[in-house]
């Protein structure tokens, strides 16, 4: 993907598809419901879905730091249209059940919540606060100053005492 212009296009082509669940059952987004697509100046998120706004929406500052890894962008767009659709057809606003199975049907197969810092291929935006792996030394990226200590995702899933991330100075 080339630039923003690029990726605008793309996810509005998405939201503007008509998608074939099971049975028969048709839906479209756009033409149904008044869903449109636009660029969010969030960081603590790479996609929103706005089901009172019928907003879809991606993160521009990660979008700009991720356009080399398209299926990212892409799989995110298809991960907030799931939504669209879970809330819309089935009342289902999380990710739960319904969401699921309209992942299913769609052809989202990725998880149910980004993870910055066990994904490397990735780059989030910088944060106001970095902190860097004692082990790895990956720096992590944080938006608010975290409350509590966070260790490596990337070295460990769960939290080690040795793993703790120190503020890089
Ligand atoms: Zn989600
Ligand atoms: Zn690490």
Not at 16 to 30: C, D, P
Not at 67 to 77: A, F, G, N
Not at 103 to 132: H, M, N, W
Not at 144 to 152: D, F, G, I, L, T
């Amino acid at each position: 993907m080339e630039d923003l212009i690029d990726l605008k296009e793309i996810a509005v082509s998405m939201v503007n598809k008509t998608y074939e669940l099971s049975n028969g059952v048709e839906v479209n987004i756009a033409e149904d419901y008044g869903y449109t697509f636009a660029f969010g100046g969030y960081k603590r998120a790479l996609g929103k879905c706005d089901m009172y706004q019928k907003k879809i929406t991606i993160s521009k500052p990660w979008a700009v730091n991720n356009l080399q890894e398209e299926h990212i962008l892409i799989d995110t767009v298809l991960h907030e249209i799931a939504h669209a659709i879970a809330y819309e057809m089935y009342g289902d606003g999380g990710h739960g059940k319904a969401w699921k199975m309209v992942c299913r049907l769609i052809g989202y197969t990725g998880e149910r919540t980004f993870k910055q810092d066990r994904d490397s291929t990735v780059t989030p935006p910088k944060g106001k606060y970095q902190y860097a792996c004692p082990s790895c030394e990956r720096i992590h990226q944080f938006y608010r100053k975290p409350k509590r200590a966070h260790s490596c995702g990337m070295c460990s899933p769960t939290f080690k005492p040795s793993l703790v991330l120190k503020l890089v100075e």
